[in-house]
């Protein structure tokens, strides 16, 4: 699986952003995708994620009623739309799909990420 980001940049604080992430290679083996981000000096958190099988999302706290997640199957492609953007939603943000395959043994699943996209917002 190979995910590709896109949609960063620079905006002021109020301002929207969206984010695209599309996937290829075994896309049929995703269980689960979600968008992370990471700020300087400050460890990698979850910002939303979305359900292949159900389409159920979650957010942080952070992000509620602010960000949407959403994907698009036909094209492999997850998306966050960021409204209502503040400065302390500067990081970079990167895309993250999780893998699950099953074998005699159980269930295995991986973790996959994308190169990240720097996200600006100034006050």
């Known amino acids: 699986v190979q995910l590709v980001e896109s949609g960063g940049g620079s905006v002021q604080a109020g301002g929207s952003l969206r984010l695209s992430c599309a996937a290829s290679?075994?896309?049929?083996?995703?269980?689960?995708m979600g968008w992370y981000r990471q700020a300087p000096g400050k460890q990698r958190e979850l910002v939303a994620g979305?359900?292949?099988?159900?389409?159920?999302?979650n957010y942080a706290d952070s992000v509620k009623g602010r960000f949407t997640i959403s994907r698009d199957n036909a094209k492999n492609t997850m998306y966050l739309q960021m409204n209502s953007l503040k400065p302390e939603d500067t990081a970079v943000y990167y895309c993250?799909?999780?893998?699950?395959?099953?074998?005699?043994?159980?269930?295995?699943?991986?973790?996959?990420w994308g190169q990240g996209t720097q996200v600006t917002v100034s006050s």
């Open positions: 993250n799909a999780v893998r699950t395959i099953w074998t005699t043994e159980g269930r295995h699943d991986y973790d996959y």
């Open positions: 290679g075994s896309t049929f083996t995703i269980n689960a």
């Open positions: 979305i359900s292949s099988t159900d389409g159920g999302t």
